[in-house]
């Protein structure tokens, strides 16, 4: 796949490793209690897990098993009952409702299941819809969307809506919309769950590219074992509980 | 794209609801802006400066009571009084009953002393005083009938035991009610074999300050007499026949507020179908950096947008309505001055605008509280 990527800053050799010296996640002793009428869940139980920079990491597991609420606190959409979340240094839990809005602007792109797109608005217009918050030009912004949207193959195709695009065409779209603003971390959630092999497979490359081409930190919730194989590593959960982590394919 | 068109594109997602809201809003802007205006109509009448040094002395227990004709003098007499003319309400039937006008006996001479305002020509005002059967009338009343200077007609007495038979003299204008038709109250008396009593004396006083003494002084010269009187400015006078009408202020403001009410159902309805179908785009708009406080603008704007649009096309067929349609006539002459005003207009479009918004705060409120992640579970 040929890439533009020269929106993002990448690093100098073509194919980034991520580091294992500096974990841009640190997770430590992580709950999550959810209160259900009188009842109390746990999602998750003590929880340690480190990602590195530029690593591809899969959050496998079966359903109810609690992956879905790790990604959504290392997103920053979610908080901890106890435990802490570092996430490039920060502690994303005690950051205020305004300022987690504005940390996940500047640092998680998101890419959904159902993808989630705007269904009134373009291909182009759903790309752009992050960086209406920005202070950059119409200009700038008319740049860094086609980048994107070129750097997923759907140039040709950005005055569609919604409706007129695949499913594959869709979860393009909205990854283009998660890396358009730069963040230093992908956090994708069952984004072929969707979708048939093929566009799976598309989608999961694109994943890999941007994990290797230009560097991005890339958590993946599948429970899917082929798409966990695009990953570096995998992390099994069960019960709340993180059972062990390997390299994928282990 | 820009945070406008954002909101634009949002606004219309669903066509079919945003017609249906918007002609709802527009609907209850149409009859709000209408009944103000009936309202200020009936109740408001224009008070000119003119009107200001007018004052209606009437008989103490009911208008239907008659004062005697000789307090002219004793009033035409008390300091404060520039002039005075005897008035008598005829209520003659012309033709049919349902072509009500209002008709005046007076004294011609002072007629137009008193309603200085009036705009008349001259000559035609000269040959109204010389002429025992003539009689002035109002251009709205001309219009109505289609009638010329030097018509006769006949007034069929309704109250009274006489019918009169008069020649249209003069035509006049730019009073506060252009209907009205004056003639001579000594053809009245004539008709009516000298009965020496009229319905009411309405005085122009020598200027507006002098307006409370000369109230007091009038009750005062009549009191303990066999007719007392009862005083009172022109504008009260007038709010006072309106009041016989029952309490309509009352009933408009009553239905008034059922419109306003129906207005926040209807704009609020129409947002909390909006943003349940879109609690899941909330959530993503949230994800990837939207603020709460930014999300709730965008609502805002959608509401106060939509409500404003439905206010601008209610507002503009209400000014329409009421310039082409005659309610004059339709109204028999119940309604003289039904003009739409810009005061009420403005009113009326703050009224949408502001209900807009409010509206919109209980649904976006809801839609906002929830969390990113409760809002991505939601079904599409």
């Keep these: 796949m040929e890439l533009n990527l020269s929106f993002i800053p990448l690093s100098e050799s073509a194919t980034v490793r991520f580091s294992m010296e500096t974990p841009l996640v640190q997770i430590r002793a992580l709950t999550k209690v959810y209160r259900r009428g009188a009842n109390d869940v746990v999602a998750l139980r003590r929880v340690d897990l480190d990602i590195s920079r530029g690593e591809f990491l899969a959050l496998m597991g079966p359903s109810g098993s609690g992956k879905s609420t790790l990604l959504h606190i290392i997103a920053g959409i979610d908080r901890p009952t106890e435990g802490q979340c570092l996430v490039g240094g920060i502690d994303v839990s005690r950051l205020s409702e305004r300022a987690l809005t504005l940390w996940r602007h500047q640092n998680v792109g998101f890419v959904f299941q159902s993808f989630n797109l705007i269904p009134v608005l373009t291909a182009y217009e759903n790309v752009e819809l992050p960086l209406l918050v920005t202070s950059l030009s119409r200009r700038e912004r008319k740049e860094h969307v086609q980048a994107a949207l070129e750097l997923v193959g759907l140039s040709d195709r950005q005055h569609h809506l919604p409706g007129q695009l695949s499913g594959g065409q869709e979860q393009r779209v909205a990854i283009a919309r998660a890396i ?42 599948t429970h899917d074992p082929k798409a966990a194989a695009y990953a570096h590593r995998t992390a099994h959960l069960e019960k709340g509980e993180l059972l062990e982590t390997g390299t994928a394919g282990s | ?122 000559q035609q005002r000269a040959r109204f005083i010389q002429e025992r059967a003539a009689c002035v009338v109002g251009i709205k009343t001309m219009q109505r009938f289609g009638w010329k200077l030097g018509d006769k007609i006949t007034l069929m ?211 906002l509280k929830r969390s990113v992640v409760d809002g991505l579970k939601m079904p599409d």
């Design chain 1, 180 to 221: 358009v603003p730069d963040p230093n971390l992908i956090v994708a959630d069952e984004p072929t769950g969707n979708l048939d092999s093929q566009a799976a497979a598309s989608v999961l490359q694109l994943l890999q590219v941007l994990n290797s081409k230009a560097g991005k930190t890339v958590v993946l919730v």
């Design chain 2, 1 to 122: 794209m820009t945070i406008p068109g954002f909101i634009i594109r949002n606004a219309f997602r669903n066509r079919r609801r945003l017609v249906l809201a918007t002609g709802g809003v527009a609907v209850s802007l149409l009859l709000l802006t209408v009944l103000q205006v009936m309202l200020a109509g009936l109740t408001d009448p224009s008070a000119t400066d003119e009107a200001a040094r007018r004052i209606v002395v009437r008989h103490r227990v009911s208008l239907a009571n008659m004062l005697f004709a000789s307090y002219e003098k004793k009033i035409q007499a008390l300091p404060g009084v520039a002039c005075c003319t005897k008035l008598l309400w005829f209520g003659g039937i012309y033709q049919d009953e349902k072509n009500f006008f209002p008709q005046f006996a007076c004294e011609a001479a002072n007629l137009f002393n008193v309603l200085s305002e009036a705009k008349i020509d001259p």
């Design chain 2, 157 to 367: 007495g309704a109250m009274w035991p006489c019918d009169l038979e008069l020649s249209i003299r003069g035509v006049f204008s730019g009073t506060a009610d252009d209907t009205n038709l004056f003639f001579h109250h000594d053809y009245f008396d004539e008709l009516l074999g000298d009965k020496g009593f009229t319905g009411l004396f309405w005085i122009k006083a020598d200027a507006a300050a002098a307006v409370p003494a000369l109230i007091e002084r009038i009750d005062a010269e009549f009191r303990n007499s066999e007719a007392e009187t009862k005083t009172e400015t022109e504008h009260a006078f007038q709010l006072g026949f309106v009041s016989m009408l029952g309490n309509l202020k009352m009933l408009i403001g009553s239905i008034s507020t059922v419109i306003v009410f129906s207005l926040i159902l209807v704009t609020a309805g129409t947002m909390s179908m909006a943003l349940r179908e879109r609690v899941r785009e909330i959530a993503v708009l949230k994800a990837i950096g939207f603020d709460s406080r930014l999300i709730f603008g965008l609502i805002l704007a959608e509401s106060f947008g939509l409500a404003l649009a439905g206010g601008l096309v209610g507002c503009g067929a209400s000014f329409a309505l009421l310039r082409t349609v005659d309610f004059y006539q339709l109204s028999h002459g119940l309604f003289v001055n039904f003009e739409i005003t810009p005061h009420i207009l403005v009113v009326g479009l703050s009224v949408a605008a502001l209900l807009g918004m409010a509206s919109c705060l209980i649904p976006a409120y809801t839609g």
